[in-house]
């Protein structure tokens, strides 16, 4: 049985995968993004339990 890394990676190399990726780096890439994703990892490692 494969394991979810080796699902992900043959789907990563899959052409679904690759347009999927190129996406994802697309919105990475827009400043309001990024602020997004950075209050987001910011909420996710807090030490505050409330959530």
Known sequence: ???????LQVFSRSPQGKKLIAQARAYATKPEN????KSLGSRLTSKDTRR
Do not use: T
């Not at 049985?1 to 699902?7: F, G, N, R, T, W």
């Not at 990024?34 to 994703?37: D, G, H, M, P, V």
């Open 1 to 7: 049985m494969a394991s979810l890394i080796q699902k």
């Open 34 to 37: 990024q602020a997004k994703l």
